[in-house]
């Protein structure tokens, strides 16, 4: 599959690393290396990032908080990620702009497709943060918004296994994996990929998704460089 532009999801908890709060600096360089890395094949990257390594708007349903104020605080945590995501790449020379769905002053630049492509044209790495800037939408729907908004040829999700399996591989040794299938098969088989918002979106604006072990040192620029890697979801 030949990549002119991908939008990366990378998930908050897996900054974290071992610690599962905050930041492991290890799990972030190596990131950073990879993406640094992976942007040299001239493939335009764009990321969004989750922010449950710091807070999840789900955790204020459950504790009865208002579910609106508990998502404004995740959209705020992935701000967070950003620019710690941001500070890395630059330890690694490679050029990055931070985006933020919503105004946070000199923080962030504000979110608008314009600016996201002017950054991508001039090499540099766009860091997509505070999800869609709206309550009750994960940042896998933002990440689908955008892949559609951007007319990215793929939206690649980087997890910690490598590709899509019939059943949980960390937790059962005979899991099957996929190596392709549509999203209709993935639908009927009822398999978590990603929540049926952005599975949606991603399907009727034929988007693939490319779930892959982002934890392979490597992988994300092989992948951009054309080899097969992980599983893809298409139409």
């Not at 995501?85 to 690694?92: H, I, M, R, V």
């Not at 600016?115 to 999800?131: C, D, M, P, R, S």
């Not at 098969?185 to 398999?191: F, G, S």
Request: hydrophobic fraction near 40%; aromatic fraction near 8%.
């Amino acid at each position: 599959m030949n990549f002119q532009r991908v939008l990366l999801k990378l998930s908050g908890e897996a900054l974290a690393g071992a610690n599962g709060f905050g930041f492991d600096a290890q799990v972030m360089s190596e990131y950073a290396k990879s993406i640094a890395d992976a942007a040299t094949t001239g493939t335009q990257i764009a990321i969004v990032i989750g922010g449950g390594n710091i807070y999840r708007g789900e955790q204020g349903a459950q504790t009865g908080k208002w579910r609106v104020k508990g998502d404004q605080m995740g959209m705020l945590a992935t701000v967070i990620n950003g620019l710690a995501l941001a500070e890395t790449f630059e330890k690694e020379h490679c050029a990055t702009q931070v985006f933020s769905a919503f105004p946070t002053g000199p923080v962030a630049t504000p979110y608008s497709v314009e600016g996201v492509e002017e950054a991508l044209t001039q090499q540099k790495v766009a860091i997509l943060t505070a999800g869609t800037g709206n309550p009750f939408f994960t940042t896998d729907s933002a990440a689908a918004l955008r892949a559609t908004e951007l007319h990215c040829d793929a939206l690649l999700k980087g997890t910690r296994v490598d590709g899509v399996y019939d059943c949980d591989p960390e937790k059962n040794a005979d899991a099957q994996k996929y190596e392709t299938l549509t999203f209709e098969q993935a639908y009927e088989k009822r398999l978590r990929i990603m929540d049926l918002t952005a599975f949606t979106l991603c399907r009727e604006n034929n988007i693939p998704i490319v779930v892959f072990n982002m934890n392979r040192i490597g992988a994300l620029g092989r992948l951009l460089r054309g080899e097969t890697i992980g599983s893809t979801v298409q139409n």
